[in-house]
């Protein structure tokens, strides 16, 4: 895409508020320059939006660990009352993982929706990805499958945008991933924020990027790399679900305003 020309509106958006769990709150992708010490596509997206628009406003009410519940209680309340006109919504990949109805999880999915664009907000939708190729997470491929489609149910019911994750191909390469597998890298944040605003129809700066092929190697190596793994990320994680816990006990919103992206206590203009 061309540079944008800050000068210019090139959108109609003025306030972004971005709600859901870790993916939206941007782990993976850390940055201690920014509010909460994770950037992520949606301040990515932010930034970009806030280029073409200089009263352009921005909120994140997202929180780690979250199910499409705690979301739901929690957070479509608080991003309504900040009235915007672009709101993104990804909600329901925990409950999946932990074993949830995909059909349950997209009827409170539908209400959200219905409640987020009764103002004539803009709301995006995002599909779960493709996990396939994913240690652990890959044999709930079909059920996130089966989840997807009625996403898009849910965004052709209310005149939704989707973000199809699923579609993006790149992330099925590894330098898409944070080393814990189950969060997007920076590259990954960066790649998915270009998707977003393309989805938008708004021009941007951010260049497609391809990564190159991950190091080839040995099968020791691969077994190694998949022990360390499974201590550092997988156990842990395994063991809030026995203690039902919580990555985002005690975690609150990031920007729980809605205030210029660019403004003092953000620091200088991020550079991609």
């Known amino acids: 895409m061309s540079d ?54 921005y ?5 780690r660990g979250r199910l499409i519940g705690q979301i739901n209680d929690e957070q479509v309340e608080a991003a309504l009352e900040l009235q915007p006109d ?9 409950d999946v993982t932990r074993g949830g109805n995909p059909d349950f999880i997209a009827d409170e999915l539908d209400s959200m929706v219905k409640r987020l664009s009764r103002d004539g907000a803009t709301v ?28 898009h149910t849910v965004a052709l019911r209310h005149d939704a945008v989707i973000a199809d994750l699923w579609a993006l191909r790149q992330l099925h390469q590894k330098p898409m991933w944070a080393p814990d597998r189950l969060h997007f890298s920076a590259l990954g944040h960066h790649t998915i924020a270009a998707m977003v605003l393309d989805s938008l129809g708004v021009q941007h700066s951010l260049d497609p990027t391809t990564p190159e092929p991950a190091a080839s190697t040995t099968w020791r190596q691969a077994r190694a790399g998949d022990i360390d793994w ?31 992206v660019f403004g003092k206590a953000n620091g200088p203009v991020p550079k991609d």
């Open 59 to 63: 909120a994140n009410l997202a929180v």
């Open 86 to 94: 672009l709101i993104t919504l990804c909600a329901g990949g925990n």
């Open 4 to 57: 944008l020309n800050p000068s210019e509106d090139l959108h109609p958006w003025r306030r972004f508020v971005a709600i859901g769990d870790s993916f939206t709150e941007g782990i993976g992708d850390p940055d201690p320059t920014v509010p909460g010490g994770n950037r992520g596509w949606a301040d990515r997206v932010a930034e970009q939006l806030a280029s073409a628009s200089p009263d352009f406003s």
């Open 124 to 151: 995006v939708l995002f599909t779960g990805p493709d996990i396939g190729e994913t240690p652990v997470l890959g044999t709930l491929r079909g059920r996130v499958a089966i989840f997807n489609e009625n996403v």
């Open 230 to 260: 499974a201590r550092e990320h997988l156990f842990p994680w395994v063991m809030r679900r026995v203690r039902h816990q919580s990555s985002g006990d005690g975690v609150s919103a990031k920007r729980p305003l809605a205030a210029p």
